[in-house]
């Protein structure tokens, strides 16, 4: 089946530093998601893209949709205190059979002591 | 608050028993899906559901089972509970099956099992 190898597994930020992770799959995805999980709560949906290529903001995040359709990354910059939590990837195909989520492992976001 | 609501926030229960999990989609949506989140097996898709009719399987075992119901509520039984069974369960909703169809999350029902 599909599998999503999300990197890095962690890193360590220091405020106002930039960050970045990506996800690769073994093969396509019609629409890349990525969340945020704090302990204890579920993913938030952080942004949503849809057509390969695509290049979305939110706020000091940023996201591209690989060209492949294969890949994802993730940007944040200026990061603050609060960017801690773990960031998945999610990939989505779209098939009569359904159109479940396939996650990555997780980035785990901390702070440098 | 992303409009999808589970219940309970937690449980704790026995080897051998059964729970049920709840799950109220955002208004409007017509699919939920039911995840397991595990500390060794990150976010694993179980079971997708959409207007009340099973639509996708992935990794759910024999001992659990879902449903959705005509006012699109969803639940998730889970039986001869195991000590691996613990994990976090989310459900998740979306409005429709197309491009451009975004899954929000529910804050999850943590089960214990002793």
């Known amino acids: 089946g599909q599998q999503l190898n999300q990197s890095p597994q962690s890193m360590f930020i220091q405020e106002g530093e930039d960050v970045s992770m990506n996800c690769t799959s073994s093969s396509i995805f019609n629409t890349w998601l990525w969340y945020k999980q704090d302990p204890g709560e579920g993913p938030v949906l952080l942004i949503a893209?849809?057509?390969?290529?695509e290049l979305t903001s939110n706020g000091r995040l940023t996201a591209q949709f690989g060209i492949t359709r294969k890949d994802s990354f993730l940007n944040i910059s200026a990061s603050i205190p609060s960017d801690v939590g773990i960031y998945f990837c999610a990939g989505q195909l779209f098939k009569a059979a359904g159109n479940k989520l396939t996650f990555g492992g997780g980035t785990r976001v901390l702070v440098k002591p | 608050d992303s409009g999808v609501t589970q219940t309970p926030k937690h449980l704790i229960t026995a080897t051998g028993q059964r729970v049920t999990l709840r799950c109220s989609p955002r208004s409007g949506d017509l699919s939920v899906y039911w995840y397991q989140q595990s500390l060794d097996q990150g976010l694993q898709f179980l079971i997708q559901y959409y207007n009340g009719e099973e639509r996708a399987k992935g990794n759910i075992l024999e001992r659990f089972s879902a449903q959705q119901f005509p006012d699109l509520h969803s639940e998730l039984n889970l039986s001869s509970l195991e000590l691996g069974d613990s994990a976090l369960y989310f459900c998740?909703?979306?409005?429709?099956?197309?491009?451009?169809?975004?899954?929000?999350f529910g804050e999850g029902s943590w089960l214990t099992v002793v």
């Open positions: 998740a909703s979306s409005s429709r099956e197309s491009s451009g169809n975004t899954i929000y």
């Open positions: 893209l849809y057509k390969a290529g």
